[in-house]
């Protein structure tokens, strides 16, 4: 099984098929032990989210279930850390991040496939798509992402991130 991305930049994710994706976390909205008020407020912020979005959207919600030294040890194996200066810092930012979420507590993403737009911009998606076919099948390296296709994409998550509910 290959892994779907091919590149990713900040909140954006750009996979196989020539789709980018905009991730979001988002923070929970605790209701459990609150009022009927408070449970009502909770409910009519995610029908906000969720009425806000138009087309695909994808809401998840993982549970922590390991602990972050074991993780950031699967990352280090057999990676020689005094070449790899970048992996390095990555490890300890992904331990840091990791750190702040209690095992147990679930965490939950809010991802939403971008639009290519106009027909050159679906054209370019489909021709991404089958160049990274091709050199994946012929061992090349990927070709990365413009500048103006990130900023491209930036710009369209920005458009959308505005319509996420400020209590997330």
Known sequence: MQIPATAMTSNLMWTRSGVVWATWRLQPLPYAY???????LVKAHHQALFQAHRGEGLLLGLCADLDPVSVVERMLDGVRIDE???W???VELTLDALEQIPLGT?????????AAGSMKARARSAVRAADTKLRDTLALPRQLPTDSEIAAAARM?????VRIPAAF
């Open 84 to 86: 790899c200066p970048d």
């Open 34 to 40: 609150a009022t009927t008020a408070a449970k009502q």
């Open 157 to 161: 998550a920005k458009e959308i991130e």
């Open 88 to 90: 390095a810092r990555e």
């Open 106 to 114: 679930r965490a939950f993403w809010f991802s939403v496939p971008l």
